[in-house]
């Protein structure tokens, strides 16, 4: 009996356990949701307004308004424009470093490493500032040069820590295989280690495309007044248009992050490392 | 000189690794077409000088022949030889196919001929209904064979094998190497194999390089390993052994600072008294399968046989003899009796 009491105490105690896990799903998914759900809901209504529980109407204008403002659409331009440029650059910056960092053990290998994070933990306003006066001398103010400069930093330490270690799963073995069938080191490089470290580099690829497209305060620092993109627009937008233009924008803001989270997060799953190769 | 061999010659390398000297001062020649086993413990130094054959280390010291030219400098992707990896190292984003493919793409060579050898090894190692799959679906034999197909699609003058079996479960492991052995002597392949295990290693191999602490300490036929070990590293290393201070004379152990070693299966044990033969009692019996270790206990000393038939009982007594014995001293054998 003792036993079986004790079993039904265990199974109200886990459905107890549940109803509160439940909840708390429930209440962080409107906490987390509810206002991108209400964002959404902005873009297409007319008016809305207190108290009503649903929109007064619904429409596209708002959508045509931002689409025929010069302004608006530059930024949005500019935005995809600047934030690829600024993945390839750093791309082509990090990656080496990136692979460095991964197989060989140089001194100060540890300290690089950790370095790309200080960078990114002190305030940045105060390096952006630092950097604007650089920027002032070098005739980059409000080029878009220096916007990419700028947007740049923040990528770093996207562009060298994901693929490093990327690069430090591929097997070494898999690289001297290539080698003793006869393959220079360059084509080890493209054909083997690139190649493995590719889903890897996506990801990081897709975070620096995030950072950049998102990054405001140095983009706003450096391009205002002459060069804008949509974060920087927003901050214009907020305090001169009606709330569903900011809510349209934030939705094409938003659109390319999310769009390329769902792609990477099939690279990520994917695990083609482990696949047919056992790691002792 | 290196002409008439065409096979592998290591001439005085020497290998510094992490401060150490992993290998010292070695020298091995093997002759085109034969099958040569590295034998010896984990960081004996077998792996580190298959890897100098290879070209993935570059010896301090000393010269490696292949086929006739000096390849001491030259980097592994400029070496007439094909490694088959511990563990495999297939490369997991491409199919069977293209794993075998890759070495003749890098060789420029036609598609039809790529084609056509891919197809002919993957024949020979019984692998063309796996040829569109990737290494992750099929298994460690398997896997094992695409790696082999791999070495040998680039019809290398040396084939250099790093434990191609240790992978592979006990049952497989025996078939693989007789498939292994088979293919190397159809194949007429120079082969280099490095191994711990001496089952592997007396089955396998024309002549075996038994390895110690960075030297070659015998290397010889499978035979003369055991019936003649040199050292007595190497008499312990290949088969079993007793061993026991003192020296030998008379069929009997007597005192002496030699080291006598006796197989156990040189030790025969029976109820009458036969010439050479002492009285005996037996300590112990272990059944170890399709043989029995038995203990042995005499007045001169205690050792260990082999015994199949008329298997005695502990506590029999009966008449030990020791038909053969190896004396060493400071480590090399002196003689047999």
């Given at each position: 009996m003792a036993k079986r009491d004790n079993g039904l105490n265990l199974q109200s105690s886990n459905l107890i356990t549940r109803f509160f896990i439940g909840l708390f799903v429930a209440f962080m998914s409107v906490f987390i949701l509810g206002p991108l759900f209400w964002l959404a809901l902005q873009a297409f209504t007319t008016t809305w307004t207190f108290?009503?529980?649903?929109?007064?109407g619904w429409t596209l204008i708002w959508w045509r308004r931002v689409f025929e403002t010069p302004s608006m659409v530059e930024a949005i331009r500019n935005s995809f424009i600047t934030a690829p440029i600024v993945v390839l650059l750093s791309a082509v910056i990090c990656l080496p470093a990136a692979y460095a960092a991964a197989r060989y053990n140089y001194i100060g290998r540890r300290v690089f490493l950790i370095g790309m994070f200080a960078a990114n933990s002190f305030p940045k306003l105060g390096l952006f500032a630092s950097i604007a006066t650089l920027f002032y001398a070098l005739n980059l103010m409000g080029t878009m040069v220096g916007v990419i400069i700028i947007q740049l930093l923040g990528t770093i330490i996207y562009m060298t820590w994901i693929p490093a270690a990327a690069f430090a799963a591929v097997p070494k073995n898999l690289e001297e295989a290539a080698r003793d069938a006869g393959a220079s080191k360059f084509r080890v490089f493209r054909g083997i280690t690139l190649r493995m470290a590719a889903p890897g580099i996506f990801v990081a690829m897709v975070m620096s495309f995030i950072s950049a497209f998102d990054e405001a305060q140095g983009t706003y620092l450096v391009g205002a007044p002459s060069f804008f993109t949509m974060p920087t627009e927003m901050y214009a937008l907020v305090l001169t248009y009606p709330v569903q233009i900011a809510a349209v924008f934030s939705i094409l803001l938003a659109a390319p992050s999310v769009l390329l989270i769902g792609l990477a997060r099939k690279q990520i799953i994917g695990g083609q490392l482990a696949e047919g190769f056992q790691i002792k | 000189m290196s002409n008439e061999i065409e096979g592998l010659e290591l001439i005085g390398l020497s290998k510094v690794l992490g401060g150490r000297l992993?290998?010292?001062n070695l020298n091995l020649t093997v002759k085109k077409g034969e099958m040569v086993s590295l034998l010896g413990p984990s960081g004996c130094g077998k792996t580190t000088t298959l890897r100098m054959i290879a070209g993935f280390l570059i010896p301090e010291s000393g010269t490696i022949n292949l086929a006739g030219k000096?390849?001491?400098?030259?980097?592994p992707e400029k070496r007439p030889s094909a490694m088959v990896f511990q563990n495999y190292?297939?490369?997991?984003?491409?199919?069977v196919f293209k794993n075998v493919a890759y070495p003749l793409k890098i060789r420029k060579m036609g598609k039809a001929e790529i084609e056509k050898r891919v197809h002919d090894v993957l024949t020979v190692v019984n692998l063309m209904h796996h040829k569109?799959?990737?290494?992750?679906?099929?298994s460690g034999g398997e896997q094992q064979r695409v790696a082999l197909a791999r070495a040998l699609v680039q019809e290398p003058d040396i084939l250099l094998l790093d434990?191609?079996?240790?992978?592979?479960?006990a049952k497989l492991r025996v078939k693989v190497r007789e498939d292994i052995r088979a293919l190397q002597r159809r194949l007429q392949i120079t082969t280099v194999i490095v191994t711990h295990d001496q089952d592997e290693a007396l089955s396998i191999s024309d002549r075996i390089a038994v390895m110690n602490d960075g030297r070659i300490e015998q290397f010889s036929t499978p035979q003369e390993l055991y019936d003649q070990p040199a050292t007595e590293y190497v008499a312990n290393f290949i088969g079993s052994l007793n061993r026991i201070e003192g020296s030998f004379g008379d069929g009997q152990v007597i005192a002496g600072n030699e080291v006598v070693g006796i197989r156990p299966e040189d030790v025969t044990f029976s109820k009458t008294q036969v010439p050479g033969s002492y009285p005996a009692t037996v300590d112990l019996v272990v059944p170890r399968g399709h043989f029995y270790e038995i203990y042995l206990k005499r007045a001169d000393a205690s050792f260990r046989a082999f015994i199949s038939v008329d298997v005695p009982k502990v506590g029999d007594t009966g008449f030990a003899k020791i038909n053969k014995a190896l004396i060493y001293k400071d480590g090399k054998l002196v003689r047999t009796a």
């Open positions: 108290p009503n529980i649903k929109p007064d | 992993i290998i010292d000096d390849v001491t400098k030259l980097g190292a297939l490369w997991p984003h491409m199919t569109d799959s990737r290494p992750g679906q099929i434990e191609p079996l240790s992978n592979l479960d």
